[in-house]
C-alpha cells in the first residue's frame, strides 16, 4: 500500500529514515504493552455509539465496555489518543474518577472486581479526532466533499491505532468477540461500518442512525465508518460455507464504473476460499465500500479507493503485465479477511503475519486465473521492490512494526517455502489448514512459524530466521571443476541448511542440501548451475571452492 512511484516505494524508505531515529516513548511502552490495567480483564463486547458532525470534523458519543475479570484488580486501562478526550466514565450508574496519561487512561473502579464475573463500564468522549494527512499511511479522519459538496467521510488507523477517534482498549492481544456500531450522521448521508445493518432510526434533528452489528470477533482497527451520499447494491456467492450476502457501495457519480469493477469481487473471493478455506466472515457478510482514500481490509466493511482501474493506481507493481489483469485493492485488501481479520497478530512486531501472507495472496490469485508460472512472475517480478534495510519482525511490547519488506521480501518467503516443501496440495492444506487452526485468534510469529514447519514436516526455523530476523540475502556459491559441483550457503545465519532446487543435465529438478561446509556431488557437464527461480536467493559461481 504506498503512494507515487510503486506501492511501497515512499512508505520503505520512510521506515528507513525513522528506524534510524527513532526513541521510543513512555507513551509507545503504555499503547504497545500488557500493562497490568489491561492484563487482569478480558474484552468480550463494544457498543460504539457516535454522533459524527461533519460541519465542524468533531465527534461525541459513549463506548459500553463489556468484560469478564481474570483477576481482581481496581484500575483499568482505556486509551484515547490526543486530542480527544474523555469526559465521564460510569459503571453501574456510578461515577468514577479516571486521570490521563499521554493517550492512556486510568479509571479507577469502585465496585469490587470478583474473579469470573462479568462487567461493564461506559465511556463517553468527544473531540475533534486527527486528520489523516496520507490516508490510510498517516491514518486517523478523512474529511472529504463528493462532487455535489457533499460529505464524504472514512476512517483508517492501523498503527496507529483505533484510539484515534474511540476510546479502546488498544491493543491486538484482545478482541470483543462481538460488537454494535452505531453511528448518527446528518440527512441524506448514510454510514456504512462493520457486520450487518440492523436498523435505520430517523431522528428529529435531521440525523439519522445507522445500527450495525458484528457477531464475529473483530480487532480494534477493523472498526470504521465510511459516511457519504451512497447507492448501494448487493449480490450472493455460493461459496463453501452456503450463501455469503455481498453488498456493495458507491457514490452516485461513480456507479456505473463501480459496477462494472466490482464485479472482480466473486472471482476473488472463489479464488481465496480456494487457497486459504472459507471467507471467515459469513455471519457478518462481504462490503466494499468506496471512500476518499486508497483503501484498507476494515473487517467485512473493505474499503475501496483506486480509481477504478486494474493495477495500484493503473501500475502493475511487478512490472509483468500480470499485475494489470485485476485490481490491486479489491484482491489486496480483501485477502487481508483471512490474514488480518481472521488470524490477527498479538503484536504490531508481527505485523508480517498480515502483509506476508496476504501479499502472498496476489500471487495465488494470479495462479489460480492464469496459471503457475503467471503466479510465479508476479511474485518474482515484485523482487526489485525489496530494499533489505532491516528486519521484518518489528520491535515488541512498544507497537512497532518492522520493515516494509514484509510485503515483497516475506511474500517471496512464502514463494520460497513452497519450493521447499515441493508439494503443491500440502502447500495449500497448510494454507486452508492454518485459517482453520487459528480461526479467528489472535497469534505469534512463533505460533505460525511451528505450525508451517509441523504441517511440512521440516524445520524451517533457520528459513525463518533468515528471511525475517536477518536482512541478508542468502547466496548459493559454487564452483564446478573436472565434472565436480563444489557447492555451501554464505551470507546466512548460523545453522542455515536450506535446501533448494536445481535443474540436471536430463533436465530434471533434483534437490541440494548444502549448509555452509563444502559440500560436492559428480556431474556431467561443467554448465552453470540452473537454481529454481522460486527460492529468493543469490547464486554465485566461483573460481575455486575455497
Not at 52 to 75: A, E, F, H, I, W
Not at 256 to 284: C, I, N, S, V
Request: with cysteine; glycine share 8%.
Amino acid at each position: 500500500m504506498k503512494v507515487l512511484y510503486t506501492f511501497a516505494l515512499v512508505f520503505l524508505l520512510q521506515l528507513a529514515a525513522s528506524a534510524q531515529t527513532y526513541i521510543f516513548t513512555h507513551d509507545d511502552t503504555l499503547r504497545g504493552s500488557i500493562t497490568k490495567e489491561r492484563a487482569w480483564w478480558d474484552l468480550q463486547f463494544y457498543h460504539l455509539n457516535v454522533r459524527v458532525q461533519p460541519q465542524d470534523s468533531t465527534l461525541n458519543g459513549s463506548v459500553t465496555v463489556r468484560y469478564k475479570v481474570l483477576q481482581p484488580y481496581q484500575t483499568l486501562q482505556i486509551d484515547l489518543q490526543r486530542p480527544m478526550n474523555i469526559s465521564r466514565v460510569t459503571q453501574d450508574g456510578q461515577t468514577l474518577s479516571f486521570r490521563r496519561d499521554g493517550n492512556a487512561f486510568f479509571i479507577d473502579l469502585v465496585k469490587k472486581q470478583e474473579a469470573q464475573k462479568q462487567e461493564s463500564l461506559v465511556i463517553e468522549y468527544n473531540g475533534r479526532p486527527h486528520v489523516a494527512k496520507r490516508a490510510p499511511w498517516d491514518g486517523g479522519f478523512s474529511w472529504k466533499k463528493d462532487k455535489d459538496g457533499l460529505p464524504f467521510v472514512a476512517t483508517s488507523c492501523q498503527g496507529l491505532g483505533a484510539s484515534v477517534w474511540w476510546p479502546c482498549k488498544d491493543h491486538m492481544y484482545d478482541e470483543p468477540d462481538s460488537m454494535r456500531i452505531s453511528v448518527t450522521v446528518p440527512k441524506p448521508l448514510m454510514d456504512i461500518s462493520n457486520g450487518r445493518l440492523r436498523s435505520i432510526t430517523e431522528n428529529l434533528d435531521g440525523t439519522r442512525t445507522f445500527d450495525w452489528y458484528v457477531q464475529n470477533p473483530i480487532n480494534n482497527y477493523g472498526v470504521n465508518v465510511n459516511i457519504g451520499n451512497y447507492v448501494a447494491w448487493t449480490d450472493t456467492l455460493n461459496g463453501e460455507k452456503g450463501t455469503l450476502d455481498l453488498s456493495f457501495y458507491a457514490l452516485a457519480e461513480n456507479l456505473d464504473k463501480a459496477k462494472t469493477q466490482f464485479q472482480q469481487t466473486k472471482p476473488m473471493l472463489r479464488a481465496f476460499e480456494h487457497w486459504f478455506g472459507p471467507y471467515p466472515f459469513y455471519e457478518d457478510s462481504y462490503k466494499l465500500v468506496e471512500v476518499p482514500y486508497l483503501g484498507m481490509e476494515h473487517q467485512s466493511s473493505v474499503t475501496y479507493g483506486n480509481g477504478y482501474k486494474n493495477g495500484y493506481l493503473g501500475r502493475d507493481l511487478s512490472a509483468t503485465g500480470w499485475g494489470l489483469k485485476w485490481d490491486f485493492i479489491i484482491i489486496h485488501e480483501s485477502g487481508h479477511e483471512w490474514y488480518a481479520n481472521n488470524i490477527t497478530y498479538k503484536d504490531q512486531a508481527d505485523m508480517w503475519i498480515h502483509e506476508s501472507f496476504t501479499n502472498y495472496s496476489e500471487n495465488l490469485y494470479t495462479e489460480y486465473y492464469y496459471g503457475k508460472e503467471a503466479g510465479s512472475d508476479y511474485v518474482i517480478g515484485c523482487r526489485k521492490l525489496i530494499r533489505n534495510d532491516k528486519p521484518i519482525i518489528g520491535t515488541y511490547n512498544v507497537n512497532r512494526s518492522g520493515s516494509g519488506d514484509m510485503y515483497y521480501k516475506g511474500g517471496n518467503m512464502l514463494h520460497t517455502i513452497r519450493q521447499i516443501i515441493n508439494n503443491d496440495e500440502k502447500w495449500r492444506g497448510i494454507l486452508r489448514g492454518m485459517n482453520k487452526t487459528f480461526y479467528h485468534q489472535t497469534v505469534t510469529t512463533q505460533q505460525i512459524e511451528d505450525y508451517i514447519s509441523n504441517e511440512a514436516g521440516i524445520n524451517l526455523s533457520k528459513v525463518f530466521d533468515q528471511y525475517l530476523r536477518d536482512i541478508r540475502i542468502p547466496v548459493l556459491e559454487y564452483h564446478i571443476e573436472k565434472k565436480k559441483l563444489s557447492y555451501r550457503w554464505n551470507n546466512v545465519v548460523e545453522g542455515f541448511d536450506m535446501p533448494i532446487k536445481y535443474k540436471a543435465e536430463n533436465g530434471e529438478w533434483k534437490t541440494l542440501k548444502p549448509t555452509t561446509q563444502w559440500k560436492s556431488i559428480k556431474v556431467k557437464k561443467s554448465s552453470a548451475l540452473d537454481v529454481d527461480r522460486g527460492f529468493y536467493i543469490e547464486v554465485k559461481k566461483l573460481a575455486s571452492a575455497s
